[in-house]
């Protein structure tokens, strides 16, 4: 049973969180119905996604098998035979494409559950080794993730949102890409055939690049007249702070530790990563649904 949970790779559902993101910054977490489709829309996308996860394996056994750490997973390991494997791939994705079509009857969401399946359907077969392009798919997801949330919320989907999602998403993909070439470097081995596209010095700089254009479009939200205008008054620009170390952090892993790997697994095990998260939510929660509490005030 633990190769089977494995295979469906339910720790990296964490991602599919993005879809509560709308609703958490329109400050309407609290509306049950919503929240239940919230719910139902995070267990659609983590069914299509681990879908996806197993036919990428499927496709990745030989190389998987050298890779230091990816030659543990089922498929890599003949822990789970491939026959099972493909069953379960295609009973996932018909779970999760029956419950975004249960969920909104508009059609929309299931639009956006067939795109985000579509789009990875072309990373597994081909467009993952294109270097470029194959960031901008990972990070397409995540926006994806967040426009299907804010359908099901039926919330407005900001511009500022939506580009921050994609570029969190792709700072973050870098990273992993940047931890590939530092395998190559040590090992000698091409795990991606996309690593052949970068270089250290390459990676480094989008790195930067894209940090710094991401804390800029941060504090050009919180500082917006949307915002300043608002009911959240001029207080959420107080977040940029969590906003700010958790990036700094991140950049600590990658360049200090060289440990930027799988970004969940290092929201899982990292607490400097987690604090600030929490502290984050913390601040975000206090400011859109305490609106009454004024010690913030002048």
């Known amino acids: 049973m633990r190769d089977y949970i494995k295979l469906v790779r339910p720790k990296d559902w964490a991602k599919n969180l993005f879809l509560f993101v709308p609703s958490f910054f329109a400050g309407k977490m609290f509306n049950l119905y919503k929240f239940e489709l919230l719910v139902g829309g995070f267990f659609a996308f ?3 996604a681990s879908s996806i996860y197993i036919l990428n ?6 190389s998987d098998r050298k890779h230091p750490t990816k030659c543990k997973r089922p498929l890599a390991a003949g822990t789970v035979s491939k026959p099972v494997a493909l069953i379960i791939c295609f009973v996932l994705f018909a779970a999760g494409m029956l419950i975004s079509y249960l969920l909104d009857s508009s059609g ?3 639009f956006v559950a067939c795109l985000y399946y579509i ?3 072309g990373y597994c077969f081909g467009l ?16 994806l993730r967040v426009k299907g949330g804010s359908i099901l919320a039926e919330v407005d ?8 999602t994609f570029l969190l998403a792709i700072f973050m993909a870098i990273a992993k890409r940047r931890d590939d070439v530092m395998l190559k470097a040590s090992t000698g081995l091409d795990m991606r055939k996309v690593v052949k596209g970068y270089n250290l010095e390459y990676l480094n700089l989008m790195l930067g690049l894209i940090c710094a254009i991401l804390i800029v479009t941060y504090i050009n939200y919180t500082t917006s007249s949307a915002v300043l205008y608002s009911q959240f008054g001029h207080r959420i620009y107080y977040t940029a702070l969590f906003v700010i170390a958790g990036i700094m952090r991140y950049l600590q892993i990658t360049f200090v530790q060289n440990k930027a790997g799988s970004p969940t697994e290092i929201l899982y095990k990292d607490r400097f990563i987690q604090v600030t998260l929490l502290l984050w939510i913390a601040s975000f929660f ?3 649904y305490m609106k009454d509490v004024t010690i913030f005030d002048k």
């Open 46 to 48: 983590s069914f299509l």
């Open 108 to 110: 929309k969401f299931l």
């Open 119 to 121: 789009l990875n359907i």
């Open 157 to 164: 989907l900001s511009h500022w949102l939506t580009i921050m």
């Open 128 to 143: 993952k080794n294109v270097s470029i392009v194959d960031l901008i798919i990972v990070a397409t997801g995540f926006v």
């Open 57 to 62: 394996d499927y496709r990745d056994i030989e």
């Open 286 to 288: 206090f400011i859109l």
